[in-house]
């Protein structure tokens, strides 16, 4: 995964964290809703690359 993706995600994380905190005080049940599935997604995307790392490391450790 790359620096570039990893920082995306995680700023997908913290913004979709502050997005639910923010409906969480004003009670806003829309804006809690959309800032928890902004930290799903982000977490899964996060996972996904990571999937994809493990994928590379076992292929590079066949070919050598």
Known sequence: MSFTEKAKNKAEE???AAKERLGDMTDNERMRAEGATQQSTAKARQAGE???DAGRDVRSSFEK
């Open 14 to 16: 913290l913004s979709g």
């Open 50 to 52: 990571h999937v994809k």
